[in-house]
């Protein structure tokens, strides 16, 4: 995967054929495209603190320019629906009436049309998971630093703010893949954090459903972390069925391997609001 050439005010050239023929058909039949992105990472910069996070000032105006000119725009993350419409300021915004926001993986969907949040019954063991998760905390020395993140249908630890987070990280990752296999639930790591959640959904399942719901004929996907990966792969399922596809990295040092996988980095939220704004001009 090579560097994309790109302006400010233009779009990016995606370095393999594929990612261009994605962005060409996105292009010529806007209106069957589906815009599917993260949001930690991708439209929100990460931040220490999970709960301090908020989407990228220019995000919520991109994303109001671009969706009205294409079929969908879907935001899939691992937060609850409601609270990445909240962090992301989604809600009652002209332009995005149409909005769906694929939370925990694709167990939520939150609606614009609607306002409305729909969702199964929680798994039990992520309470279960969430009673011991302290104990566990405790006897593998890792208090010192660690974030605890309730997410309703699961449970995540940070170790961004431990004094060693890489070391803290892999010293969690067998313990709490334990834990979590004793209650049927996964455990799917990601940039200094470890989520717990359960299992049978994940980015790639959700987006693809969703592509096949839409009936879409091209797929953008924008994502920066390990959890993105099934988001990728989605992508490249969609291209074997004949359905364009363009991969985006929103680029980071931390996940080499998601960037190594796409066919264009951008710089962050920055460069994917960029994004965003530029491919809106081009279908304007």
Sequence with gaps: MGSPTES??????????????????????????????????????IVPDPDQARAHPDAVPALAALA?????????TGRPAGVAVRKGGFADVPGLEHLVVLGHYGAERWDAVSGTV??????????????????????VGAWQGTWI???????????????????????LREPLTDLATRHGLIVEPGRMVLELRP???????????????????????????????????????????????????????EVAELADRSDTVVDGPGGVVRLLAALAAQLG
């Design 199 to 253: 299992p049978g959904m994940d980015k790639g399942v959700a987006l693809l459903e969703y592509a096949r719901e839409i009936g879409a004929e091209s797929v953008l996907y924008a994502g920066d972390d390990l959890g993105d990966l099934p988001a990728f792969a989605a992508v490249d399922k969609l291209r074997s069925d004949g359905v364009p596809g363009l991969l985006v990295c929103s680029g980071s040092s």
């Design 8 to 45: 400010p005010d233009s779009l990016p050239t995606p370095a393999t054929p594929a990612g261009r023929d994605g962005l060409d058909a996105i292009l010529a039949r806007p209106d069957r495209a589906v815009i599917a992105l993260d949001f930690d990472g991708t439209l929100a910069p």
């Design 149 to 171: 993140e309730e997410k309703g249908r699961a449970v995540a630890v940070h170790t961004r703010r431990a004094s060693d987070p890489q070391a803290a990280f892999e010293a």
């Design 118 to 139: 729909t969702a199964p019954a929680p798994h039990p063991g992520v309470a279960a998971v969430r009673a011991e998760l302290p104990g566990v905390l405790d006897r």
């Design 68 to 76: 009205p000119k294409v079929a969908s725009v879907a935001v899939i």
